[in-house]
């Protein structure tokens, strides 16, 4: 297979931002000057340790120590090789690559494939929406208010009823077979290949990138002896566990506003996202889930002391109140408060919308109630509270709901409410509380506790993890800036200041800072590499001097270059940075000075050892005045 030019991968990467692809998928937020952080995408935690330098290119997780640049974040969310990772970061900013020996561009496979198949597909039934055979696709969207407009925004489009449609268009434009069988386009029986969705409406699964994954789709014929929804089935692009509708749209929303609103079908996002509930989203195919919960919380930016709200809206069925009672299973995992939003006549978002206008699905969200509320409710409802038997087991399964209420401030009036709804003294119902309490705060086994989190205690570039007991490190044990003595400050701030800011400070004063050994092998590492690179204005030369330091301290040459560097501004950091080298020549001299007037002191005044020794301490003297006035 061909390669891609060296030159060619370092444009690239120079003319992308960081930020913008990270934050595709991750609520980023300022961190100080050049810095901006977030929930780690690698790892579950509750407060943000995930940090981007769009100046630099990079990104460090400082929880689970997952780190690299633009090709290996996007390659380890899309799963893809690196020269897909390449291609389609320059398709995205309209780059022409160029191949070794002057090579065409190679026929890609895989992964990249499979998107370009699914953009295909997504354009194809676009634009049979428009045919006369689908009249009753466009009948259908209408009846449920939604306007060519809306078809158009949300990408609906018609899936033919004939056998091949899509395949044959597909194939027309080079695609295989085995490409459309493994994305799931077509299907294969005893009488060949056929195309999977016929004679339906088809909504375009995006992920949070915009990329087209899969696709939902609705029955529209009497005689489709077919399951009235069907999906795309599970492909090395689409994971059902992981995907939810409308993301692609809803992201900004939900990033601005902290709110996101989970509805349960294609049309209530639709609707909701038209009515102005423009961070409505749904799950495909499958009930809303852990790892829906994880993707979520990353774009929302979830973390705890946030003023996050995730609203459910289900129907008020038997399937709607199961659905609700999983969902709060899950509630926990959420720093963000969670409410349930049940409209009145057992409408859902979209039959709301459709009889009483846009403002009320805007009314519906806003008039939501916690979900340990809702929850409480139906558990209450299955029981026959007019006998003391049926008043007692509700009581035993209520309580539970109430202790685990996350707001302390609410426990109390929520046990008096509960009280009033059982119709018992709040002096009986009280205890129950406090039990269930208590139960809930037994110790965790060890498979609970800290789930999804990394030990503090333990590798992994974890901040807290313990400082290294000798000069230098296992070839396991990663050293972390968390690990390094607080004597060691002044070094770690300098080379930060080095790193991150290279470009803008005096380059006499770094070379100069740079051949002073750091009294740390961690550091001293990563000052040999910096050292390395002569030009620091060229773009990628970060990477270059974290490439060139040698493990286990790459890691910590990582964190130096992501971690927030103390600074207001991009002047004060520059004038920050100076600073610290200055003091490291300080500090250099005033060592050099003291260890030659130890020496000088154990000779006899006078000599011509004392004497020349004399000379070379003025001489130092005299420097560390100049240094002092370049101040």
């Not at 030019?5 to 992308?16: C, G, L, S």
């Not at 690299?68 to 969310?77: E, H, N, Q, T, W």
């Amino acid at each position: 297979m061909a390669r891609i030019r060296q030159t060619d991968i370092e444009e690239v990467k120079a003319r992308i931002n960081i930020g913008d692809i990270v934050g595709e998928r991750v609520a980023l937020k300022t961190a100080g000057v050049g810095s901006l952080k977030g929930l780690c995408p690698f790892h579950d935690e509750r407060s943000p340790s995930f940090h981007v330098r769009p100046q630099v290119g990079y990104y460090h997780c400082f929880g689970c120590g997952e780190s690299g640049d633009v090709y290996s974040f996007l390659r380890a969310m899309d799963h893809l090789s690196f020269t897909e990772a390449v291609e389609r970061l320059a398709a995205r900013i309209g780059y022409q690559l160029h191949y070794e020996d002057g090579a065409a561009a190679p026929e890609t496979s895989g992964r990249s494939r499979l998107y370009a198949a699914h953009t295909a597909a997504a354009e194809f039934y676009r634009s049979q929406l428009s045919s006369p055979d689908a009249q009753a696709a466009r009948q259908f969207l209408g009846e449920r208010g939604f306007d060519a407009g809306a078809a158009a925004h949300f990408g609906v489009g018609y899936a033919p009823q004939g056998w091949s449609a899509l395949r044959d268009a597909l194939r027309s434009q080079g695609f295989t077979d085995e490409e459309l069988l493994t994305g799931g386009l077509v299907s294969k029986g005893q009488r060949g290949v056929y195309d999977r969705f016929r004679g339906r409406v088809v909504w375009p699964i995006r992920d949070v990138a915009g990329q087209t994954i899969g696709f939902g789709a609705r029955r529209l014929y009497d005689d489709d002896q077919g399951p009235k929804y069907l999906n795309t089935p599970e492909s090395p692009i689409y994971k059902k566990a992981q995907v939810l509708y409308g993301l692609d749209l809803a992201k900004k929303s939900i990033s601005r506003e902290h709110r996101v609103v989970v509805v349960e079908g294609y049309t209530d996002v639709m609707a909701c996202h038209l009515a102005g509930v423009t961070g409505a989203i749904a799950s495909c195919g499958t009930a809303f889930g852990s790892d829906h919960i994880t993707v979520l919380r990353r774009v929302m930016g979830d973390s705890e002391g946030s003023s996050g709200e995730v609203v459910f809206t289900f129907d008020p069925d038997a399937a709607g109140q199961k659905a609700a009672l999983r969902a709060f299973g899950d509630e926990k995992r959420f720093a963000a408060q969670t409410y349930v939003a049940v409209a009145p006549d057992g409408y859902d978002p979209c039959d709301l919308r459709l009889n009483r206008g846009d403002a009320a699905v805007r009314a519906l969200v806003e008039a939501k109630a916690p979900m340990f509320e809702f929850v409480m409710d139906q558990r209450l409802s299955t029981f026959d509270l007019s006998t003391v038997e049926g008043r007692i087991g509700a009581l035993r399964a209520a309580a539970p709901i109430v202790a685990d209420i996350r707001d302390a401030a609410l426990r109390p009036g929520y046990t008096r409410v509960l009280a009033g709804k059982l119709g018992l003294d709040l002096a009986e119902v009280q205890p129950e509380v406090e039990r269930a309490a208590r139960r809930s705060a037994a110790p965790a086994g060890p498979a609970e506790r800290g789930r999804g989190e990394t030990s503090p205690t333990t590798g992994g570039g974890v901040p807290g993890g313990g400082a290294p007991s000798t000069d230098s490190a296992p070839a396991s044990v990663r050293v972390t800036l968390a690990s390094l003595p607080p004597a060691l400050e002044l070094e770690k701030r300098a080379l930060m200041g080095v790193l991150q800011y290279g470009h803008l400070l005096d380059k006499q004063a770094v070379d100069i800072a740079l051949g002073l050994p750091m009294p740390h092998p961690a550091l001293e590492a990563v000052r040999q590499a910096v050292s390395m690179q002569s030009d620091m204005t060229r773009p990628g030369w970060t990477s270059a001097a974290v490439d060139a330091t040698r493990e286990p301290y790459r890691t910590l040459a990582i964190e130096l270059l992501t971690a927030d560097f103390p600074a207001g501004t991009e002047r004060i950091a520059q004038t920050t940075a100076m600073e610290s080298l200055r003091k490291l020549r300080q500090r250099a001299l005033e060592r050099e000075k003291a260890e030659l007037r130890s020496a000088q002191q154990r000779l006899e005044p006078g000599s011509p050892d004392f004497r020349s020794i004399g000379v070379a301490i003025r001489d130092l003297d005299l420097r560390l005045r100049q240094l002092m006035e370049a101040e």
